[in-house]
C-alpha cells in the first residue's frame, strides 16, 4: 500500500519564512506561483489543473482527469497529472515524495493528497496551497 512522508516538522525552506508545510514536497502557494510562470502549460494540463481545482471539495479520480482531456482510462489520466506534477515541482525546487508507488503517482502528491479507490483508480484532493496559488495566478 502507500507509503508517503507526512511529517509534522517544518523543513529547512519552511523554518526560513516562517511558515510550516506538512511534508517537504509539498510547496507554498508562492513556490506553486513560481513554478506556474516558469513553466508552458499546455491547454490539456491547464484544463486537468482547472477541473481539479474547480472539482467538489477539490477532489478529483484520475478517470476523470482522463475524460477533462479526451482520454479513456484512469491509468492515463493519472500518467499525464504525473508528468504534470513532476514539470511543477521541478520549476518549484520541491523534492519527489518519497512512496512505494510508481514515480508518475508520487509526482502527484506535490499536487494533491491521493488514496488508492477499489479499482486501479485514484481520488486526488488538491493541497489548499495548489488552490491557493492557481487563483492568484488567475488560472481558476
Known amino acids: 500500500m502507500l507509503n508517503a512522508m507526512n511529517w509534522d ?48 471539495g477539490r477532489v478529483i479520480t484520475g478517470l476523470t482527469l482522463a475524460n477533462t482531456v479526451g482520454h479513456f482510462g484512469c491509468r492515463m489520466g493519472n500518467k499525464k497529472y504525473g508528468r504534470l506534477a513532476a514539470k511543477v515541482a521541478s520549476a518549484a525546487d520541491l523534492p519527489m515524495c518519497k512512496s512505494d508507488v510508481s514515480d508518475y503517482l508520487a509526482a502527484i502528491f506535490t499536487l494533491a493528497d491521493g488514496n488508492q479507490m477499489d479499482s486501479e483508480d485514484w481520488r486526488w484532493e ?15
Open 126 to 140: 488538491m493541497h489548499e496551497n495548489v488552490a491557493i496559488a492557481l487563483e492568484k495566478a488567475d488560472m481558476v
Open 9 to 56: 516538522d517544518t523543513d529547512e525552506r519552511d523554518h526560513m519564512r516562517g511558515t510550516k508545510s506538512p511534508a517537504p514536497h509539498i510547496g507554498q502557494p508562492e513556490d506553486y506561483l513560481r513554478a506556474f510562470a516558469k513553466i508552458e502549460l499546455s491547454s490539456c494540463e491547464r484544463d486537468m489543473l482547472r477541473a481539479h481545482a474547480n472539482a467538489p
